[in-house]
């Protein structure tokens, strides 16, 4: 048997409901809600780093595409092979890889590569050429 006292403490079936009379399938809809907004935050998020990611790449690939070429380019006297071993040290120490040297005169042509990650599990490469040599008039 109930007493009169459990209706005023909140007990029982007759007691007012708080969320405003809703039945139980409505309830819970904005965590829902709040899930799917942080879910979308983090793609957004992913997408945004993935993208950066590739611009940086690309930029250390040209900067050590420069690097390379114009190292390359003051060895251009001493002939290809050690113009082009040049261009590929100074490429590597900026963390690229040498695809290409060709020397054209005292001109050096080098393409370099640079590898990246923008998501785990997903190696993509950026490849940039530069071009060096002596000021013509």
Same mark, same amino acid.
């Given at each position: 048997?109930?007493?009169?006292?459990d209706?005023?403490r909140?007990?029982?079936?007759?007691?007012? $409901?708080?969320?405003?009379g809703?039945p139980d399938a409505? $309830?819970?809809?904005?965590? +829902?809600l709040?899930?799917a907004?942080?879910?979308? /935050?983090?793609l957004?998020g992913? /997408?945004?780093?993935?993208?950066?990611?590739a611009?940086m790449?690309?930029?250390r690939a040209?900067?050590a595409?420069?690097l390379?070429? +114009?190292a390359?380019a003051?060895?251009a006297f001493?002939?290809d092979?050690?113009?082009?071993?040049s261009?590929?040290?100074?490429?590597?120490r900026?963390?690229g890889?040498?695809i290409d040297? +060709?020397?054209?005169?005292?001109?050096?042509?080098?393409t370099?590569?640079?590898? /990246?990650?923008p +998501?785990?599990?997903?190696?993509?490469?950026a490849?940039s050429t530069? $071009?060096?040599?002596p000021v013509?008039?």
């Amino acid at each position: 048997m109930r007493h009169p006292e459990d209706r005023s403490r909140g007990h029982g079936p007759d007691v007012e $409901r708080h969320d405003g009379g809703r039945p139980d399938a409505e $309830r819970g809809g904005a965590t +829902l809600l709040l899930l799917a907004l942080g879910l979308v /935050f983090v793609l957004v998020g992913t /997408f945004g780093a993935a993208v950066t990611a590739a611009g940086m790449a690309a930029q250390r690939a040209a900067v050590a595409a420069d690097l390379g070429a +114009l190292a390359g380019a003051a060895r251009a006297f001493d002939g290809d092979a050690v113009a082009c071993a040049s261009a590929a040290d100074i490429a590597h120490r900026n963390a690229g890889r040498l695809i290409d040297c +060709l020397l054209d005169g005292l001109d050096v042509l080098v393409t370099v590569e640079v590898a /990246f990650t923008p +998501l785990p599990g997903l190696t993509r490469v950026a490849a940039s050429t530069a $071009r060096a040599g002596p000021v013509r008039g």
